[in-house]
């Protein structure tokens, strides 16, 4: 029994001595573990000094903040150039469409029937030399008259006031809301006024018309007989003057005025007669002689009723 007893004493000690050795290996590997830790931390931290260190050593240098500010630009300005090459892009996308829109639009007009008027061809006329070049180019009324078969301009003080015996041309001038101009052309004729006139205005208003390209009619104006929108061009009311002021382009033909001239038959010698001249009067006949009246178309005799025949036959 006693050494059974010494055997469980020892087994005790034994068991207290293998508990005692675990757990200092158990403290041992705690605190490599703990070590390993800590300079795993103080390492990181350690970096992490470098790194901004490093950092705030190259914001700091010249050289390094130019190379960074010059890699920005150029970042900078090739995406600016991106930029530009989509907007061009998309740009040439909306000439091609507009473009091809517009040939379809050209062809579709193409397609349609022309008007009568258009299928004519304007002969290639100048029409510089009976207007002027600034006709038509500001708001305003301007008014020709015919004159020798052309027009000519009158001053602004005339306006209104019509001879009877010429023809005119009106023209207002206006800008509407497009701010483009646009034109009322008249032409007003004389109730005397003779047939060179007349036409001529109403070529003269046409002329007017193709010069400016206006696509209004030319609008006749009679006297007595005019429009409201006629009259209503003008501040006041349009008198009439009597007679013409200028003259006709036609070759007139005067009246030939022949003097009226009296001879007295009278004898000269044996075998002539003498003609006289005596006032064309009354009191000039004497009735022993014959007398000869010229009246340039026609020649009458008057024979006195004591004058001789020889003077009677020497006159006829």
């Given at each position: 029994?006693r050494g059974?007893?010494t055997?469980m004493?020892w087994?005790c000690?034994?068991?207290?001595?293998?508990?005692e050795?675990?757990?200092e290996?158990r403290?041992?590997?705690?605190?490599h573990?703990?070590r390993?830790?800590k300079e795993?931390i103080a390492k990181?931290?350690?970096?992490m000094k470098?790194i901004?260190?490093n950092?705030?050593?190259?914001?700091?240098?010249?050289?390094?903040?130019k190379?960074r500010?010059?890699?920005?630009?150029?970042?900078q300005?090739?995406?600016d150039?991106?930029?530009?090459?989509?907007?061009?892009g998309?740009?040439d996308?909306a000439k091609?469409?507009?473009?091809?829109?517009t040939l379809e639009e050209?062809k579709?007009?193409?397609?349609?029937?022309?008007?009568w008027d258009?299928?004519?061809?304007k002969?290639?006329?100048?029409?510089?030399?009976f207007f002027?070049?600034?006709?038509?180019?500001f708001p305003?009324?301007?008014i020709?008259?015919?004159?020798?078969?052309?027009?000519?301009?009158?001053?602004?003080?005339?306006?209104?006031?019509f001879y009877e015996?010429d023809c005119?041309?009106?023209l207002?001038?206006?800008?509407?809301?497009?701010?483009?101009?646009?034109w009322?052309i008249?032409?007003?004729?004389?109730?005397k006024?003779t047939?060179d006139?007349r036409?001529?205005?109403?070529i003269h208003a046409v002329?007017?018309r193709?010069?400016?390209?206006a696509q209004?009619r030319?609008i006749?104006?009679?006297?007595?007989?005019?429009?409201?929108?006629?009259l209503?061009?003008f501040d006041t009311?349009i008198?009439y003057?009597e007679?013409?002021?200028t003259?006709s382009?036609?070759?007139?033909v005067?009246d030939m005025?022949?003097?009226k001239?009296?001879?007295?038959?009278h004898?000269?010698?044996t075998?002539?007669?003498?003609?006289?001249?005596?006032?064309v009067?009354?009191?000039?006949?004497?009735?022993?002689?014959?007398f000869?009246?010229d009246?340039g178309?026609?020649?009458?005799?008057?024979?006195?009723?004591?004058?001789k025949?020889?003077?009677?036959?020497?006159a006829?």
């Amino acid at each position: 029994s006693r050494g059974s007893k010494t055997e469980m004493v020892w087994s005790c000690n034994e068991d207290v001595g293998v508990h005692e050795i675990v757990e200092e290996a158990r403290v041992r590997s705690y605190g490599h573990v703990m070590r390993m830790k800590k300079e795993a931390i103080a390492k990181r931290m350690m970096e992490m000094k470098c790194i901004r260190k490093n950092t705030a050593s190259a914001s700091k240098d010249p050289i390094a903040r130019k190379l960074r500010l010059r890699r920005g630009r150029r970042d900078q300005e090739e995406a600016d150039q991106d930029q530009a090459k989509i907007l061009k892009g998309m740009k040439d996308i909306a000439k091609d469409k507009n473009k091809q829109k517009t040939l379809e639009e050209v062809k579709a007009e193409s397609l349609k029937p022309k008007r009568w008027d258009e299928t004519l061809e304007k002969p290639p006329l100048d029409y510089s030399e009976f207007f002027d070049e600034v006709a038509g180019q500001f708001p305003g009324i301007t008014i020709w008259e015919i004159e020798n078969f052309l027009p000519n301009q009158i001053e602004e003080v005339a306006h209104g006031k019509f001879y009877e015996g010429d023809c005119y041309i009106v023209l207002k001038t206006a800008i509407d809301e497009t701010g483009s101009l646009t034109w009322e052309i008249y032409f007003w004729i004389g109730e005397k006024a003779t047939l060179d006139k007349r036409a001529c205005a109403a070529i003269h208003a046409v002329n007017l018309r193709n010069y400016l390209g206006a696509q209004c009619r030319t609008i006749r104006e009679e006297q007595s007989d005019e429009s409201d929108e006629f009259l209503a061009l003008f501040d006041t009311d349009i008198t009439y003057i009597e007679g013409g002021r200028t003259s006709s382009g036609f070759f007139t033909v005067e009246d030939m005025t022949y003097a009226k001239r009296l001879y007295r038959v009278h004898a000269a010698g044996t075998s002539s007669i003498h003609l006289e001249p005596v006032p064309v009067a009354v009191s000039s006949l004497d009735p022993r002689y014959v007398f000869v009246l010229d009246t340039g178309l026609k020649i009458f005799m008057w024979y006195g009723k004591k004058s001789k025949n020889t003077f009677k036959s020497k006159a006829r």
